[in-house]
Nanobody
C-alpha cells in the first residue's frame, strides 16, 4: 500500500506563509483524489483542499479560498501553499488519498478518503 509522508509544517506569525508537501511512496495515477485536511485540538478533522489527479478538479474550504493553493508537483508529490496564515489555521495537517476512477469533484469530506499520512504541525501566532 502507498505511504504518505507530510513535511513543511512549522511555526509562523499571522500573515506568514508555509508550503506543505506530501510525498507518496509510489506513483499516484490519474484515478485518485488527493487532499489536505486539518485537525485542531478538540475539533473534528476537516478538509482544506482536494484535487482529482486525472481531471484536475479542485475543491477548497471556503475559509481558505484565495489563501491556500493545492497543486501536484509530479506523480508522487502533492503541495499546499498557504499564504496569509491566521491563528485559527493552527492545526495538524494531513495528506490523504483515495481511489476515484471518475474525474469529477472530490469534495472535502474526510470520511471519503481512505489512506492518510501521519501529519505535520502548523502553528500560527498572533
Amino acid at each position: 500500500q502507498v505511504r504518505l509522508v507530510e513535511s513543511g509544517g512549522g511555526s509562523v506569525q499571522a500573515g506568514g506563509s508555509l508550503r506543505l508537501s506530501c510525498t507518496a511512496s509510489d506513483y499516484i495515477s490519474s484515478n485518485y483524489c488527493m487532499g489536505w485536511f486539518r485537525q485542531a485540538p478538540g475539533k473534528e478533522r476537516e478538509g482544506d483542499a482536494t484535487i482529482h489527479t486525472g481531471g484536475g478538479t479542485i475543491d477548497y474550504l471556503d475559509s481558505v479560498k484565495g489563501r491556500f493553493t493545492i497543486s501536484r508537483e509530479n506523480a508522487k508529490i502533492l503541495s499546499l501553499q498557504m499564504n496569509n496564515l491566521q491563528p485559527e489555521d493552527t492545526a495538524m495537517y494531513y495528506c490523504a488519498v483515495t481511489f476515484r476512477p471518475r474525474a469529477d469533484s472530490c469534495g472535502i469530506k474526510s470520511e471519503d478518503f481512505a489512506k492518510w499520512g501521519q501529519g505535520t504541525q502548523v502553528t500560527v501566532s498572533s
